[in-house]
């Protein structure tokens, strides 16, 4: 990456390279560089699977798989610039007086133009991959949408209620069948909430006199919490409430239970 | 400036401008008179809006109180800066009569020992000191606070404080930090050094930089008065419709931020024009330290967003007073309206915050590894990058709000754009570091620990920056711990990292160094491991701003925790070093680093006017190095 050849004597790009690859300090950065490459994907890789609540959803599967791979792709960008601090801090000089002077490097055109280059082509693979996973989203969305069923959320200090206008219900438990795609109608009666069905990995802010729009498909049976993502007063903390994904029937006797008629 | 170029001569009597009300007045004279004329505003307003049956019955409707306190605020505010002489100046030119020679001598304080840190002083040194102490103390306030809260979520169901101060206690330690570190790195290094290290011999308007710490420094007690208001509810981001159903403690948020906005505007006038007016012979754009360059851009950066936090602030005042309804969507207002103006500042202001930490890193390194800066124009193209994109990525804070969902793809790219311009100042950092030795100085020390929390607060924010994983990560503890990556183990290491590196040139003294060694790896461990505890509950899907939390997040709750007690004990110890230094450090040379650049021409203490004749500049100073 540098300048390394100025005592040299017009040597060949091959001899070059071979020798710039035997230096030590090189060598120091290559073994750094494995190693830090190496550890951010194994924590990416390790520790959010383990982190993140169960997946119950293509959305909150994509968010999980967002983290992991970028993770993983910058892993080789982070390594390399951990690996060159690291170098430094192994080299370092010690004592109450400067050290020598090193060499005069200014800048080196090729290395930042090549740097520039991976930073935009790694801010391109983000931006891409993002706007696939939104568009794939809103797609499954709108061919969703006559099969799905709309719940009514409202958010108002400090409690969630859900109405279910098709089932004729109104809980403050949020119960969904599996493999029906579900709209979400989000409204505030008083400041700004924010819906946060959390195993779905979908959220959006409930405001008052406007209607926000959210859809997710469960697709896994089994307990969801409700939490509300936005500061709204004192007891913001306790705004939260439970609910299930259920087999059809199950949903259905649910409903029933609750005093509703089958949609 | 002529009267100040005569001055310059050593052993010369204190000027005594006689009969001079200038020599009266200092901080004293100014608490008094701001909070006689706080009072006599509050009495007044209090009285004319009190009905005969409100006399009778009840105290004022809240929006009547709240038109009375924010009066009083204000009232306090200006109370000060006549009480301080600020408008002395003004006045005596509006009749005609500017100061007088000996009167501006006066101002600029020389010869007046510790005394002048308590006046309306015009040295850009005393103004950098006071900034200095000021963040020091905003940093103590908003740490203590950030204690507070980690001790009540040490363990679920921890009432070591109720709800409501917990919520105050979230939003105080947010905005005192905010502004705290806007601050850090401007205020104290950006005022004392950044002129000498231009060559010059003030600032651009001696007077206005006076004003502008005096201001700020109104804004302290008013912002401590939230705490005996009640406290606020919102958290620093304040919010709409919260905020306007919040109580009086609300009032001294919004004041809070209109006069600091006021005291950034003026600070950031006076900056820019300095740098742009004011560097010496030789300095062509190319040979400025890459400091000053990013003090400049962060500061010019300020500039405009400032004005829209403020505008957003009168409005919400507005809302409590006067029942406008801006934000109000009951009244055809609109909530996502504040958030945009909100937000419209608040991207541009965590650069604002970065920027400069970054920039005095860069001045760092070259000076420890002994190599020339690697690649200025990246720096300079970084700096501007990110400065430029920034003002175009407000609403990815706003993604999930419902508001405008097609726009969520363009702020994704925009927002995503922005690691190109980050990744040259890492480029900067490494390259210069290639081949080096660094000296392991304190200061060295600091541009490691930045390098390593820059990057995982840079790879975190590239998850958030993506709309379907923010979709899951918003609004988590996940984001709480992502921006204090950046603000605090970047943005605060760069400027201990700045303080460690000009301590010498600012006190005379060198910072302890072994203090200095146990503070830097208590907080930089300790910060490690409470933020690696707060992406953990983020990720398991822990609302941030609670007071409480699920059994769940138990373990990874116990880890912040413990870390943020690591990170009190380094601060404190820093602290220590910093105030013990002060009066019993070793005594730095004129030089301690061999540094190329003016401040460490001069000597300490640094003359009145920086330089007996103004030097010229022949090149950068960065030239280090064997070979060229
Ligand atoms: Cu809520």
């Known amino acids: 990456m540098a300048d390394h050849s100025v005592e040299e004597l017009a040597p060949t790009p091959g001899d070059r390279a071979t020798r710039f690859l035997k230096r030590a300090d090189v060598k120091q950065t290559t073994l750094f560089f494995i190693f830090w490459t190496a550890l951010f994907v194994v924590l990416g890789i390790y520790f959010y699977p383990k982190w993140m609540p169960t997946i119950m959803s293509v959305e909150m599967k994509s968010a999980e798989k967002i983290m992991i791979w970028f993770t993983v792709i910058s892993a080789p960008i982070a390594g390399f610039v951990l690996a060159v601090a690291t170098t430094a801090f192994m080299n370092r000089h010690r004592g109450d007086t400067p050290p020598p002077d090193g060499p005069a490097i200014r800048t080196n055109g090729p290395v930042v133009a090549v740097w520039t280059v991976t930073s935009l082509v790694f801010a391109l693979v983000a931006i891409i991959w993002g706007l696939t996973e939104m568009n794939g989203q809103a797609v499954a969305a709108a061919k969703d949408a006559k099969s799905a069923i709309t719940i009514e959320v409202r958010g108002s200090q400090w409690v969630w209620t859900f109405n279910y206008p098709a089932q004729g219900i109104e809980t403050h438990e949020l119960n969904l069948p599996i493999g029906v795609p579900v709209i979400f109608d989000v409204k505030s009666a008083d400041v700004n909430h924010s819906f946060w069905p959390v195993q779905l990995g979908v959220k959006v802010d409930a405001n008052a006199q406007v209607t926000t729009v959210i859809h997710t498909t469960p697709d896994k049976l089994g307990p969801i919490d409700v939490k509300c993502a936005e500061l709204c007063g004192l007891y913001h903390a306790y705004m939260e409430t439970t609910g299930e994904i259920q087999s059809a029937s199950d949903f259905d006797a649910w409903v029933t239970a609750q005093g509703g008629h089958k949609a | 400036m002529s009267t100040l170029d005569k001055a310059h001569t050593s ?15 200092h901080m004293g004279t100014g608490v008094v008179v701001g909070i006689i004329f706080a009072a006599l505003v509050y009495w007044a307003l209090k009285n004319s809006l009190l009905t005969y049956t409100d006399k009778v019955a009840d105290p004022l409707s809240p929006h009547d109180n709240n038109i009375v306190l924010l009066g009083a605020m204000f009232a306090w505010s200006i109370g000060f800066m006549a009480g301080i002489g600020a408008f002395i100046g003004p006045w005596r030119w509006l009749i ?16 007046q020992g510790t005394k002048r840190y308590f006046k309306y002083c015009t040295d850009h040194k005393v103004v950098g000191i006071q900034y200095l102490v000021g963040v020091m103390t905003l940093l103590g306030v908003g740490g203590t606070m950030a204690m507070m809260i980690r001790t009540n979520l040490a363990r679920p169901g921890g009432h070591f404080i109720t709800a409501t101060v917990y919520n105050s206690l979230v939003g105080l330690h947010g905005i005192t930090m905010i502004i705290a570190m806007i601050i850090v790195a401007t205020g104290p290094f950006g005022n004392y050094v950044m002129p000498i290290m231009i060559g010059a011999y003030d600032m651009a308007f001696p007077r206005l930089n006076a004003l502008s710490w005096w201001v700020l420094f109104t804004a302290i007690p008013v912002l401590c008065s939230a705490w005996f208001l009640g406290g606020i509810p919102t958290g620093w981001t ?56 990013g003090s400049t851009i962060s500061v010019a950066l300020a500039i405009p967003a400032f004005p829209t936090f403020m505008v957003s602030m009168i409005m919400t005042a507005l809302d409590r007073t006067y029942n406008t309804g801006f934000f109000d969507a009951n009244m055809g207002g609109s909530g996502w309206l504040y958030s945009n103006l909100f937000w419209i500042m608040g991207h541009p202001e965590v650069y604002v915050i970065l920027i400069p930490g970054v920039a005095a890193l860069m001045e760092i390194v070259p000076v420890f590894v002994r190599k020339p800066l690697f690649s200025y124009n990246a720096a300079i193209m970084g700096f501007a990058g990110i400065a430029g994109l920034s003002i175009l990525v407000w609403a990815h804070h706003m993604y999930m709000a419902g508001w405008a969902p097609s726009l969520n793809g363009p702020f994704m790219v925009t927002t995503e754009m922005i690691s190109i311009p980050t990744g040259l100042l890492f480029l900067v950092l490494i390259g210069t570091m290639w081949r080096g030795k660094p000296w392991m100085k304190l200061p060295m020390l600091s541009v490691f620990a930045f390098i390593w929390d820059f990057m995982i607060g840079g790879i975190t924010g590239i998850y958030l920056s993506d709309v379907p994983a923010d979709s899951y990560l918003h609004g988590s503890m996940f984001v709480t711990a992502h921006f204090h990556f950046t603000l605090m183990g970047a943005a605060l290491t760069g400027a201990i990292g700045g303080l460690a590196y000009w301590y010498p040139k600012m006190t005379g003294r060198m910072l302890h160094e072994r203090a200095g060694y146990i503070s830097f790896w208590m907080v930089q461990i300790g910060f490690n491991v409470l933020f690696f505890g707060m992406f953990m509950a983020g990720a398991e899907g822990q609302p941030r701003r609670v007071v409480d939390y699920a059994a769940l997040f138990r373990n990874s709750n116990l880890i912040s925790t413990i870390g943020a007690y690591s990170v009190g004990t380094g601060m404190i110890i820093l602290l220590w070093a910093v105030i013990h230094s002060w009066t019993k450090g070793k005594i730095a040379p004129m030089n301690p680093w061999g540094a190329k650049t003016l401040e460490w021409t001069v000597p300490y203490p640094v003359p009145l006017t920086n330089f007996d004749e103004l030097p010229v500049i022949t090149s950068d100073p960065y030239g280090y190095g064997k070979g060229k």
């Open chain 2, 11 to 25: 052993s010369r009597p204190v000027p005594n401008p006689k009969r001079s009300l200038i020599t009266r007045l």
């Open chain 2, 238 to 293: 304040a919010y709409a419709p919260l905020s306007i159903q919040a109580g009086p403690g609300m009032n001294a948020f919004i004041a809070t931020i209109i006069i600091f906005a006021v005291s950034t505007a003026v600070a950031g006038a006076n900056i820019t024009t300095t740098v742009i007016a004011m560097r010496t012979k030789g300095m062509k754009w190319n040979r400025v330290p890459i400091f000053v360059i």
């Open chain 2, 96 to 111: 005609g009569k500017d100061l007088t020679d000996e009167e501006i001598l006066y101002l600029a304080g020389d010869g």
